[in-house]
């Protein structure tokens, strides 16, 4: 599956509106889900919850709690919201089951795109693209005559443009929140240099010159972020926008309606969507899907009432009534002006974010370790040496490479 397909096949942008139409029948089994707590879930959750009998669960670490609640047996929530690296653990540990039964019976109306397979089998529903790009105020940058940001050079340009002047403080915002979210920026840091994460027999291959370029990229960006910058995540820099203290980050597409939102926004109207800036060979940024999968330990009743009401919760109604929450994979969709970024960034050569078994365990290696190079507590080859080295020992304990 070509993510620049998906993209261009049935999606592209990103402000909440009215509710989805009523359910068109009455949910009798119940049923739990959970996802991830952006307002796109909240939407498809919303309408799910309109056909009775379900709850969901929003939260921001589902992650890491997903494994063990899918586990239990019969499992804690019948429905998960992943996306592509979220996926592998539940796939690994044999907890999400097949869906070609349930397509049969109930997508009829789901796009070829939608369908991730594994193996030749069904395992996920993608309901949206995702992917973090350019996010800047256009106010801010044209009093100043600052051009669009195309490379992270403009960026740093830019911001020492913005603090010189006085403007802001601290410019720029970045998802630099120890853990998943630090690793994850790294990820679109040296994808955008090209480089490869892992080579011939699941051994790491990120300490390389490219791995360097990627450390100092983001160690330059500090200077110009708030100092707390490893507690921040992408509600924390939604925030900084939505108050009017940043003028520019590489956000998350399903963040981008927030901008606009007139409850608690200060930046209606003054935030444009970009490319995400490039690097030495493509844009620095990933594409995700998010979507949804199913419990293996229920029973099939309850499979075929929380299939169905998949299909509600992601139908074109609901598509309809919050076009412009996400970058919807749905008929139904219209690209609006808060996809722009999203799309540049594809049409530019965003690769997909490399989602396996072992990109997972790399992926916790780079979270552990980054702060300690960002810290001034190590250089930047001995932490990228340091990491390797950890993702090593983790990746052969998971039978991952040969001891």
Not at 196 to 221: R, S
Not at 347 to 367: I, K, Q
């Amino acid at each position: 599956m070509k993510l620049k397909t998906i993209l261009m096949a049935g999606a592209m942008a990103i402000a909440a509106s009215g509710a989805s139409a009523a359910c068109s029948y009455e949910n009798e089994v119940p049923l739990k889900s959970l996802s991830a707590g952006f307002e796109a879930w909240k939407a498809v959750t919303d309408a799910m919850a309109e056909c009775g009998n379900f709850s969901a669960s929003l939260d921001q670490e589902f992650r890491e709690k997903q494994p063990e609640a899918f586990a239990a047996d019969p499992s804690l929530y019948q429905i998960g919201g992943v996306a592509n690296e979220t996926m592998i653990p539940l796939l690994n540990a044999g907890t999400i089951r097949p869906l070609d039964d349930l397509v049969a019976k109930y997508g009829q109306d789901l796009l070829p795109n939608q369908l991730i397979k594994v193996d030749g089998k069904v395992m996920a529903i993608a309901m949206m693209v995702n992917a973090q790009h350019l996010m800047y105020r256009n106010d801010v940058l044209a009093e100043l005559g600052i051009e669009e940001p195309k490379t992270y050079d403009d960026v740093l340009a830019a911001a020492a443009k913005i603090k010189e002047a006085g403007v802001m403080e601290y410019p720029i915002g970045g998802t630099f929140k120890t853990g998943w979210n630090l690793a994850q920026e790294f990820v679109n840091m040296y994808m955008g240099e090209g480089g490869t994460f892992i080579g011939e027999g699941n051994i790491p291959a990120i300490n390389n010159e490219k791995g360097v370029k990627a450390l100092e990229t983001m160690k330059a960006m500090t200077e110009f972020m708030d100092p707390e910058y490893l507690v921040s995540d992408s509600t924390y820099v939604q925030q900084q926008f939505q108050q009017g203290k940043i003028a520019m980050a590489n956000l998350w597409a399903s963040r981008a309606a927030a901008m606009n939102d007139e409850a608690e926004s200060q930046v209606v109207g003054k935030v444009t969507m970009a490319s995400a800036p490039m690097g030495s060979e493509r844009p620095s940024t990933t594409i995700w899907w998010d979507g949804i999968v199913l419990a293996s330990n229920m029973s099939d009743e309850e499979a075929d009432a929380a299939f169905r009401l998949v299909m509600e919760g992601i139908d074109g109604d609901m598509v309809s009534a919050n076009n412009d929450t996400a970058v919807w994979l749905n008929a139904a969709y219209q690209p609006g002006e808060l996809a722009a970024g999203a799309a540049a960034s594809a049409e530019n050569g965003a690769g997909a974010y490399p989602a396996s078994a072992a990109m997972g365990v790399l992926h916790s290696a780079l979270g552990n370790g980054l702060a300690d190079y960002l810290t001034g507590a190590k250089d930047a080859q001995t932490a990228l040496a340091d990491i390797e080295a950890d993702y090593i020992t983790a990746a052969k304990e998971a039978g991952l490479i040969s001891n």
